[in-house]
């Protein structure tokens, strides 16, 4: 018999795997119509359509731009409440890129280790400067105070800056 034992002519006949088995195959594939069929159908006929309506594509809410409070009557508590309430607005994105510049220069300085003086040079001169820019503006004002403070800080500063040119704060 010699070295192919039990083959005719020298091949081997090919094995069956169910992973190529075309009935498998066929399973699989009305199985997966059958969980994508509706979900595609949604998509193309009631999603797509309504999305192309709108020429604005955004994810958050956005508001309009109020007066600001030196813009306000002192007797229109309306547009003040309004001014307080965009003040408060902006607070807080100044303060989420603040902590999102922090974040990046902790994960800089944990991915270069000693070497992160110099290679994270860039990202950490942008989160200083972004957090010296909060703390001029938000720094040091009581934390349910509005808008009125916060113009009364830069009005103070202002009148600082006049009286002592030659003096930097920062």
């Known amino acids: 018999m010699g070295a192919h034992d039990g083959e005719e002519g020298g091949h081997a006949a090919p094995k ?10 066929n399973i699989a594939l009305g199985v997966f119509r059958i ?38 009557d002192l007797e229109d508590p309306v547009c003040i409440y309004e001014a307080d309430q965009q003040y408060y607005r902006d ?5 989420n890129i603040v902590k999102f510049l922090r974040q ?34 938000y720094g040091d004002i009581r934390t349910h105070r509005g808008s009125i403070e916060a113009f009364m800080k830069q009005k103070h500063r202002l009148i600082w800056e006049r009286r002592n040119p030659d003096k930097q704060l920062h």
């Open 16 to 25: 069956s795997s169910s992973i190529t088995d075309l009935k498998f195959q």
């Open 35 to 72: 969980i994508d069929g509706p979900v595609t159908y949604f998509r193309e006929k009631i999603v797509e359509p309504l999305q192309s309506k709108s020429t604005e594509k955004f994810y958050h809410r956005r508001f309009n731009r109020v007066p600001t409070v030196d813009q306000c």
């Open 91 to 95: 607070k807080q994105v100044d303060s």
């Open 104 to 137: 990046r220069k902790m994960e800089c300085i944990a991915w270069e280790g000693p070497d992160h003086r110099y290679k994270c040079r860039k990202i950490t001169e942008d989160y200083e400067q972004a957090a010296t820019n909060w703390f001029i503006k």
